[in-house]
């Protein structure tokens, strides 16, 4: 059974302050990861891909990836009310694995 | 171009009551995926395509079917609904494997 746990929420961050959110994922087979936005009622969005070691810098988000230590993060620097939403990390091996998300609020 | 898109957007049943929900892409993907997103859940893969009349099953594929006839098609067929079976579902697609997958808006199902 492929596993993608996130830390759980909800994450709540000021407005202008960096909201960090974590991804460990169980099968070392997986190659490319995925960062999606997700919007109450709405469907998800991709917002980072991430497929080697490092980060991964995409304006305001970085997505960093450690195949060692099987952890993905995704920063979201200079918060702001819009990124309220719930976020959620995706590992793929041969299908794509999703873990159940983490729901952010920028308070202003 | 629309992308995908899914329809109903809203379904009540009644159990053992069937239904297809329809899903159709417009930019030649060949890779085709049903997820069920429950409350406070990730997404859970049902069944997927890889092309015209090829499809196989994901993790959660009980009660459920589907079929690939075009590239641009791929419905899913609730057959005898039970209440398990209320859940939000996305259909997706992806050019190939591994790559971005886009979402559709969602069909939100209540079987009562």
């Known amino acids: 059974q492929k596993e993608v746990e996130q830390n759980s929420g909800p994450l709540s961050v000021p407005e202008g302050a960096i909201a960090s959110l974590n991804c460990t994922y169980s099968d070392r087979g997986s190659q490319s990861f995925f960062w999606y936005r997700q919007y109450s009622g709405k469907s998800p969005e991709l917002i980072m891909s991430i497929y080697s070691n490092g980060d991964k810098e995409d304006g305001r988000f970085t997505a960093q990836l450690n195949k060692a230590s099987q952890y993905v993060s995704l920063l979201i620097r200079d918060s702001q009310p819009s990124d309220s939403a719930t976020y959620l990390c995706a590992a793929y091996d041969y299908k794509l694995s999703f873990g159940a998300g983490t729901t952010v609020t920028v308070r202003a | 171009n629309a992308g995908v898109t899914q329809t109903p957007k809203f379904r009540i049943l009644k159990i053992g009551q069937s239904m297809t929900l329809q899903c159709t892409q417009d930019?030649?993907?060949?890779?085709m995926y049903w997820y069920r997103q429950d409350p406070g859940m990730g997404l859970k893969l049902i069944y997927y395509?890889?092309?015209?009349?090829?499809?196989d099953k994901g993790e959660v594929p009980n009660g459920y079917n589907v079929s690939r006839s075009t590239t641009e098609d791929f419905p899913l067929r609730l057959e005898l609904a039970a209440p398990s079976q209320t859940s939000v579902y996305f259909c997706?697609?992806?050019?190939?494997?591994?790559?971005?997958?886009?979402f559709g808006p969602g069909t939100r199902l209540t079987v009562l």
């Open positions: 930019m030649n993907h060949n890779y």
């Open positions: 997706a697609s992806s050019y190939s494997q591994g790559d971005e997958q886009f």
């Open positions: 395509s890889v092309g015209a009349g090829i499809t």
